[in-house]
């Protein structure tokens, strides 16, 4: 009985455990929603654990404290919570890659929720990319190089990386069902049934435009213009080239790759709308755990959830002329990409670890004699079960759907006005006496208030045109 009462106290705190992240993360993505960003800053901060730094959920929340300290403006802790992040992505790489292939599939009898939040891949470039923009801001731009030129090397180095992450954990997986099958149990799932059975449950998962190798558009372009400032003539012209190819339809991009500018420039970056969220969904799988008695499992996966824009543009009003700001790229299709590229693996694992807990309740079954007491057992056993079946809906939420752009030359008087396409007032600026300036807005929601920064970037010295 002492042991049926611990197991049921488990149960408990797996359904609270599993509870009181996902609250927590919903309250910072609706505060960012609703433009408190400071506030959004704060909590994420309280919900890191500071007794232990290598605790699970904790590069989450240092990824949510880092953007939304940008988005308060407050570039100083900004940095300092995307140098945690960073430290705890750079920890959990050395791990995976330490490890041997035996070591990847401890949270088999349990979930993925059990195991640290790593960071993707999108994620290491995006905290580059913020960390450039906050030392601009700043007038650092001996800082903004260096991580302009991280976070290109790192979209350089992303392929290898993860190709050789999934190789690993694909290698795990048929290890472990090797030698469930020695036991005879037989875990594995044929790859039509899978493809069929995921098909008819998630039919767009594959259903977008994605970007070459991980490479996020927006990144290599910000990097292409800064280097640009800084008289970078080379990398500016390889990076143009990079993000025009990438980016063909967009006007901007392609007069900055050709060279064609006015001595001061301005360049709108707009974070438009909300990234995808991930959702919990529940699939049978057929399986013949022993070889002559047919199951279904259950196996919790996530799903992408997109969510919505904030404004199809913006309207910028220069010298009385109305300029809209144009599509970038699209960060929901980065997320996608990757997302997609590690599905199977990720459902392969679930497999794994329901199929495990589906044995193990099985054999109970059949060794049952059908007592008060065993049947007790067998309850809380299906209970566990349940409890214990989790996706990991964990992702970085505050990022934006979409990227858009405008660029023109800087008005002789310095004012621009931002408007929403209803006319909305969104900021009037008085823009510095500066040859390269950076406006960097946020809005995540239509009813949602503007994050607003004016950089003035790199030096006075001026270039006419790329050669």
Not at 185 to 205: A, G, K, R, V
Not at 223 to 231: G, H
Not at 268 to 275: K, S
Not at 361 to 366: E, F, G, L, P, R
């Amino acid at each position: 009985m002492k042991n049926i009462i611990l197991l049921l106290l488990l149960i408990i705190s797996l359904f609270l455990n599993a509870c009181a992240p996902k609250k927590a993360m919903l309250k910072v993505d609706t505060l960012i929603a609703s433009g408190e960003y400071k506030r959004a800053a704060e909590f994420s901060d309280s919900q890191i654990d500071k007794e232990d730094f290598y605790d699970i959920d904790n590069l989450l929340w240092y990824l949510n404290s880092g953007s939304s300290y940008a988005y308060a403006d407050d570039s100083i802790s900004s940095i300092k919570s995307f140098d945690n992040s960073e430290h705890l992505m750079k920890h959990f790489r050395e791990q995976l890659l330490a490890n041997d292939i035996s070591q990847t599939l401890k949270s088999t009898l349990l979930n993925d929720t059990t195991r640290p939040y790593k960071g993707t891949e999108y994620d290491g470039i995006m905290v580059n990319t913020y960390k450039a923009i906050e030392y601009m801001s700043k007038d650092d731009m001996s800082g903004a190089r260096v991580e302009f030129n991280r976070a290109i090397d790192r979209q350089r180095r992303a392929k290898i990386f993860f190709n050789k992450m999934i190789q690993k954990e694909k290698d795990a997986i048929k290890q472990e069902e090797k030698e469930r099958a020695k036991k005879g149990e037989n875990f594995t799932i044929s790859d039509s049934t899978l493809t069929n059975t995921l098909n008819s449950h998630y039919p767009n998962l594959h259903s977008f435009e994605a970007y070459p190798d991980f490479v996020n558009p927006m990144t290599t372009y910000l990097a292409a213009i800064f280097a640009q400032s800084q008289n970078d003539t080379s990398k500016a012209q390889t990076l143009l080239k990079e993000s025009f190819f990438m980016m063909k339809d967009n006007e901007d991009v392609k007069a900055d790759f050709e060279g064609k500018r006015d001595k001061q420039m301005v360049w709108i970056i707009f974070e438009n709308g909300q990234a995808p969220i991930l959702k919990e969904f529940r699939v049978d799988f057929p399986m013949w755990i022993f070889s002559n008695n047919l199951s279904y499992i259950s196996v919790a996966l996530p799903k992408l959830i997109e969510r919505s824009s904030a404004f199809s543009y913006l309207n910028i009003s220069v010298n009385d002329n109305n300029i809209k700001t144009k599509y970038l790229c699209s960060m929901e299709n980065i997320i996608k990409t990757e997302f997609t590229k590690s599905y199977e693996a990720t459902v392969r694992r679930a497999i794994l670890s329901a199929a495990t807990k589906a044995a193990i309740s099985y054999t109970a079954n059949k060794k049952s004699k059908n007592t008060d007491g065993e049947l007790l057992v067998n309850l809380v056993s299906a209970l566990y079960q349940i409890a214990s079946t989790r996706a990991d809906t964990r992702i970085w939420s505050t990022l934006p759907k979409e990227f858009q752009l405008a660029r023109f030359s800087r008005p002789s008087d310095g004012k621009i006005t931002i408007y929403t396409p209803n006319n909305r007032l969104v900021k009037e600026l008085h823009l510095p006496n500066k040859n390269n300036i950076l406006i960097y807005v946020k809005i995540a929601t239509s009813n949602t208030l503007a994050s607003v920064k004016v950089i003035p970037f790199g030096n006075d010295k001026y270039t006419r045109k790329i050669k």
